[in-house]
């Protein structure tokens, strides 16, 4: 088991207070959170915080102790149950509570030229507390396994190993409170740590593969949804095609019906219409007839009481009228006779 701990943020030998010169005196103010101590000759003559006085530099012995929040960082490294190493980075916040008690233990005393402080205390501090902080931790951590270890709550940590300081007697002998404790992440062997994290890292490669997976599935899934779909708007759309096509052909056949039936009703009115018409033809002509049998009639009827000759003159009259045009006549002897034997008969 050991601890690494990095310099304090304060440099040693800063300047805390302020000193004047003046011929056989010197002055020195302090600040408010320096607690000055001041003897002549063994004899306290100014003690507190925030002090100002003129003091002679060949009896004076004077100490200041910093009453502000410090912080130190503290690498504990152990061995745990399963002969694993580990690294516990820990940041303690610490205070001197007891300014007297510190002066009195650590070399707090200030140089009277520059003002700064003689010795190192900050870093004798920092040491004992580096010890007691890798006591704490240990006691807390060695008896684990490097698992539980590292599956530790550092807040809960922090808190345990800030209560193990605040009882270490190398802590209150100094007059020094622990404000507390927190640790970082507690870090195994760099390769033990890559083995460890290799489970992990699958895991988490295995859940990535699987939502990649799940992803593909998913678009596979709505490329073929949207395929069913796209074939059912197709289907529909054929169906609705062959709709069409079976309500033009029904409306095609039905105005082939009603123009048949229109034909055919035409035709009859045409049939009914020629049949009138010949039947009126008919009658006229029927009409006609009658009335021309009639007036036949009537000149028979006429002619009846008219004498033969009479009839037989108008007969060639009527003859002459309808026969063609003659440049010739040519009158026989017979022809003359049997005209005068003729009409001496009739006179008889």
């Given at each position: 088991?050991?601890?690494?701990?990095?310099?304090?943020?304060?440099?040693?030998?800063?300047?805390?207070?302020?000193i004047t010169?003046?011929?056989?005196?010197?002055?020195?103010s302090a600040?408010?959170?320096?607690?000055?101590?001041?003897?002549?000759?063994?004899?306290?003559?100014?003690?507190?915080?925030?002090?100002?006085?003129?003091?002679?530099?060949?009896?004076?012995?004077?100490?200041?102790?910093?009453?502000?929040?410090?912080?130190?960082?503290?690498?504990?490294?152990?061995?745990?149950?399963?002969?694993?190493?580990?690294?516990?980075?820990?940041?303690?916040?610490?205070?001197?509570?007891?300014?007297?008690?510190?002066?009195?233990?650590?070399?707090?005393?200030?140089?009277?030229?520059?003002?700064?402080?003689?010795?190192?205390?900050?870093?004798?501090?920092?040491?004992?507390?580096?010890?007691?902080?890798?006591?704490?931790?240990?006691?807390?951590?060695?008896?684990?396994?490097?698992?539980?270890?590292?599956?530790?709550?550092?807040?809960?940590?922090?808190?345990?190993?800030?209560?193990?300081?605040?009882?270490?007697?190398?802590?209150?002998?100094?007059?020094?409170?622990?404000?507390?404790?927190?640790?970082?992440?507690?870090?195994?062997?760099?390769?033990?740590?890559?083995?460890?994290?290799?489970?992990?890292?699958?895991?988490?490669?295995?859940?990535?593969d699987k939502?990649?997976?799940?992803?593909?599935?998913?678009?596979?899934?709505?490329?073929?949804?949207?395929?069913?779909?796209?074939?059912?708007?197709?289907?529909?759309?054929?169906?609705?095609?062959?709709?069409?096509?079976?309500?033009?052909?029904?409306?095609?056949?039905?105005?082939?019906?009603?123009?048949?039936?229109?034909?055919?009703?035409?035709?009859?009115?045409?049939?009914?219409?020629?049949?009138?018409?010949?039947?009126?033809?008919?009658?006229?002509?029927?009409?006609?007839?009658?009335?021309?049998?009639?007036?036949?009639?009537?000149?028979?009827?006429?002619?009846?009481?008219?004498?033969?000759?009479?009839?037989?003159?108008?007969?060639?009259?009527?003859?002459?009228?309808?026969?063609?045009?003659?440049?010739?006549?040519?009158?026989?002897?017979?022809?003359?006779?049997?005209?005068?034997?003729?009409?001496?008969?009739?006179?008889?």
């Amino acid at each position: 088991m050991s601890s690494y701990c990095q310099p304090d943020n304060n440099k040693q030998g800063e300047i805390m207070v302020t000193i004047t010169a003046a011929p056989f005196v010197r002055h020195l103010s302090a600040g408010p959170t320096s607690y000055v101590l001041h003897t002549g000759r063994g004899v306290a003559k100014h003690e507190g915080t925030a002090q100002a006085f003129w003091f002679r530099p060949l009896d004076a012995a004077i100490s200041e102790v910093p009453l502000d929040d410090r912080e130190i960082p503290v690498l504990v490294t152990l061995r745990t149950t399963d002969l694993q190493q580990l690294t516990a980075p820990a940041t303690v916040t610490y205070r001197i509570a007891d300014a007297r008690l510190a002066a009195a233990r650590v070399d707090f005393s200030v140089d009277l030229r520059s003002g700064g402080w003689s010795e190192e205390p900050l870093e004798a501090i920092a040491a004992m507390l580096h010890g007691a902080t890798t006591a704490a931790v240990a006691s807390q951590l060695a008896d684990m396994t490097l698992d539980a270890a590292l599956r530790t709550d550092l807040t809960a940590l922090g808190a345990e190993v800030g209560l193990l300081l605040a009882a270490d007697p190398r802590v209150t002998q100094l007059g020094i409170e622990v404000v507390g404790v927190r640790f970082a992440l507690l870090r195994p062997d760099p390769d033990v740590e890559r083995a460890l994290q290799t489970p992990a890292r699958e895991r988490i490669q295995e859940d990535a593969d699987k939502a990649t997976f799940s992803r593909r599935a998913l678009a596979v899934e709505r490329e073929a949804a949207i395929g069913e779909n796209e074939l059912a708007n197709q289907i529909e759309l054929a169906r609705r095609h062959e709709e069409l096509i079976a309500r033009k052909g029904t409306n095609a056949r039905r105005q082939a019906e009603e123009a048949a039936a229109a034909e055919a009703i035409a035709t009859q009115s045409s049939a009914a219409r020629v049949r009138l018409e010949a039947e009126a033809r008919a009658d006229a002509a029927r009409v006609t007839g009658e009335a021309e049998a009639a007036a036949e009639r009537a000149k028979l009827d006429a002619h009846r009481d008219i004498p033969q000759e009479v009839l037989m003159a108008l007969a060639l009259t009527k003859l002459a009228e309808n026969l063609p045009a003659i440049d010739r006549l040519t009158i026989t002897p017979d022809m003359l006779s049997e005209i005068a034997g003729s009409l001496l008969h009739r006179d008889s």
